[in-house]
């Protein structure tokens, strides 16, 4: 972590700002910033506390104990006696006025301000420093920041350098069976609490002798077992463990397969079984080639290729040997490795004369020539007229018999091999979950499906999936997260040859980062390589449109919004929740001053949020007549308060915000700004948080300084 702190400090000492989000630093990691490292700087220093951080925001403002105490730490020694900032106008203009404090104090001295576990700061605390180091950017204030993930709201928002601390695993405060505890977890396919388990109890072990481990933040525990928090620290561990205690893990995981599922029986077990072999192991080839030739089956391109190679290597038979190799070969030129196919191709044709064989091999050198890559139908997920009933129930408008028919095929999905449901399945089921309102049901199903396609090396799947859950994340404000998803996705699914599914990554990252204000992606290079059915390409459109609508382009984005809502019209999707266009193409119309169009288009997403069972669709869908209402007749101001206690009933704090801002525009209430700026700023909304800003800037302040004190 040291070279990001050293730079960071180099550049305040020339008069710039900037910031470190350090993930997983532990307080006593920050604390070594002092000293001679911060010679000439003005050091400022603020904490996170557990019980702060565990009381929502709401109670602490009833209460009105724990609101803004750790700002309050961090800039008291900036404050004048008595005078402070006013805590009623919320996080947005509490952090905004810090931010000017910290300015003025940099003008005379730079400042390095030290944030620890800012993910237990309470909620109005953890906002108002967002904004404050957004506020502090042209001025010489470094911003030291220690999360536990450094894509957590808002801090991943702020476009600041992120480190990983690096955590030494297996040290000597560990104890011993601890330590032995870590390698079977490494060792492990899944991190699961079954297969673990069983293996820690045949080598005379505890779960409980992982606790250690979770405590010192190596581990942390899941819904289903444990996982390291830095996979390089459990390939270290593995790595670093002789052969025989490799070889011993794998055994017991041998011994306790017997008792785990059948798809575990197959896939896993001939890993451990590869794994516990000691030289040449017949029977752990053709466990382990079965293995491959089932992942090569489904699509799992990588896991196959090395399952081959492996069970060439382990099998004493010259003959079944070359059999896995040409398995290899082929798999390799299924993935395009061109090099990986001319070496096992040659390995195996020394190896036998079977005449069969090297008819296959001949086959599959001539067929290098044509390459392709599995999965590429995979667009057939959003097409309307669907295999999946269910997706094809929501699109027509039939939400309620979608839910009844999800309900129980979400919760079976917890319990599945996403290996054994095929590429369309899982993100389909996750897809009619999140378009049906269970949201949560729908990111344990891709949270649990992603994590073990991970173990399993089937990265083949993974596109689908992480878009999938790019969505969700985004839906429920995990914006960071959802923005590192749909750019994982958008890269795999290129190197793997699935066009459409990158066009809508790429797509779901623009939007994203847009309405965060970074926009990682070209919009119009998006919407020259939106291909494919009409249906496919309407995300990556949508994506354009909403990154026009965060740039201010009005005009344009109601072009490319409008586009959208007419091909849904024309594709008949009924559901606005699959693809919410609505509220943002009236946004757009409005601020364009195409008011009849405007009109238009709000009823129509009245009429349609009536068979949807969105409550954020409704909502929006009152804020879009608010917004075209007349407001010296009152309709506007009974629409927006309907949509503002339909909000209250959800998750979704952006739309909610977006009413906020659309209502305090209208009516002039200060108050709903300064909501609608806190609800933003606490998403990472940036562009959508400075047009709030301009609305308050023109209106003068009824509120008096008051003091803000520790309480």
């Known amino acids: 972590m040291r070279q990001p702190v050293q730079t960071l400090l180099e550049h305040v000492r020339r008069g710039l700002g900037g910031a470190v989000l350090l993930g997983g630093a532990a307080p006593a990691d920050l604390a070594v910033i002092a000293g001679p490292v911060v010679e000439g700087l ?65 003008a005379v001295q730079p400042v390095i301000a030290v944030i620890a576990d800012a993910h237990l700061l309470d909620k109005p605390s953890a906002t108002a420093v967002a904004v404050a180091v957004r506020a502090t950017r042209r001025a010489p204030v ?138 040449t192991d017949g029977p752990a080839a053709e466990a382990l080639g079965r293995s491959a030739d089932g992942a090569r089956a489904r699509g799992a391109l990588e896991a196959a290729r090395s399952s081959y190679g492996r069970a060439a290597s382990l099998s004493p038979d010259q003959g079944a040997r070359a059999r896995w190799l040409s398995g290899a070969a082929d798999t390799a030129r299924l993935l395009g490795d061109l090099g990986g196919v001319g070496r096992a191709i040659r390995e195996a044709r020394v190896l036998t ?44 408008g039939r939400a309620i018999d979608a839910e009844a028919m999800l309900a129980p095929v979400v919760s079976s999905a917890l319990l599945s091999d996403p290996l054994d449901m095929g590429p369309l399945t899982v993100p389909a ?79 779901m990252a623009l939007r994203v980062s847009s309405l965060m204000g970074a926009p990682l992606e070209d919009a119009t290079v998006i919407e020259a390589e939106s291909s494919g059915s009409e249906a496919y390409a309407l995300w990556p459109q949508h994506a354009v449109g909403v990154a026009l609508l965060a740039d201010g382009k009005w005009d344009a984005a109601a072009t490319v919004l409008g586009g959208v809502a007419e091909a849904l019209e024309r594709l008949g999707v009924r559901d606005p929740s699959v693809l919410p266009v609505a509220g943002d193409l009236v946004e757009a119309l409005v601020r364009a001053g195409q008011a009849a169009r405007a009109r238009e288009v709000a009823e129509q997403a009245r009429e349609a949020s009536s068979a949807s069972m969105s409550i954020v669709v409704r909502a ?92």
Do not use: N
């Open 42 to 106: 003005s050091l400022l220093r603020a904490g996170g506390d557990v019980s702060a951080g565990q009381i929502p925001s709401e109670q602490t403002a009833e209460r009105g104990l724990l609101a803004f105490s750790g700002l309050a730490d961090l800039i008291r020694p900036l404050l004048d006696g008595e005078a402070g900032l006013d805590l009623e106008r919320g996080a947005g203009h509490v952090g905004r006025a810090a931010g000017e404090l910290l300015v003025q104090a940099a």
């Open 620 to 711: 929006v869908a009152e804020r879009c007549l608010g917004q075209v209402g007349q407001a010296k007749g009152g309709k506007a101001k009974l629409h927006f308060e309907k949509a503002l206690r339909l909000h209250a009933e959800t998750d979704d704090r952006y739309e909610e915000a977006r009413t906020l801002l659309a209502f305090g525009r209208q009516d002039g209430d200060r108050a709903r700004l300064e909501a609608a700026a806190d609800r933003f700023a606490a998403l990472g909304a940036w562009p959508w948080l400075t047009r709030v800003e301009e609305e308050l800037a023109g209106k003068r302040s009824r509120k008096k300084l008051g003091a803000l004190t520790a309480k």
């Open 429 to 507: 089921i996750a897809a009619g979950a999140m378009w049906t309102c269970d949201g949560r049901g729908a990111a344990a199903v891709l949270d649990r499906s992603i994590a073990l396609l991970r173990a399993y090396g089937a990265a083949e799947h993974l596109p689908a999936m992480l878009v999938a859950r790019a969505e969700v994340g985004f839906r429920s404000g995990r914006w960071p997260a959802a923005r590192d998803d749909a750019m994982e996705a958008a890269a795999l699914a290129s190197r793997l040859g699935q066009g459409p599914v990158r066009a809508v990554a790429r797509g």
């Open 142 to 279: 470094a911003w030291l920041i220690g999360v536990d993930d450094v894509r957590r709201a808002p801090f991943g928002a702020l476009g600041a350098v992120a480190v990983q601390v690096q955590r030494p695993a297996g040290s000597g405060d560990l104890p011993k069976a601890t330590t032995r505890a870590l390698l079977v977890l490494a060792a492990s396919a899944t991190g699961h609490i079954d297969e673990v388990g069983g293996a820690l109890e045949h080598l005379g072990l505890r779960v409980g002798d992982l606790a250690p481990a979770v405590a010192d933040g190596v581990v942390e525990a899941t819904t289903s077992g444990w996982r390291f928090r830095d996979l390089g620290v459990a390939t270290s561990i593995y790595a670093t463990a002789t052969p025989t205690e490799r070889q011993e893990t794998h055994t017991a995981f041998v011994d306790a397969i017997s008792e785990l599922r059948e798809a575990e029986k197959g896939e896993i077990l001939a890993r451990h079984l590869a794994g516990a072999a000691v030289g």
């Open 353 to 396: 004369d079977d005449a069969t064989l090297h008819h296959r091999l001949d086959g599959i050198a001539t067929r290098t020539s044509v390459l392709r890559t599995p999965q590429t139908r995979i667009k057939a997920l959003l097409e309307s007229g669907s295999h999946t009933t269910a997706i094809g129930l929501i699109l027509a």
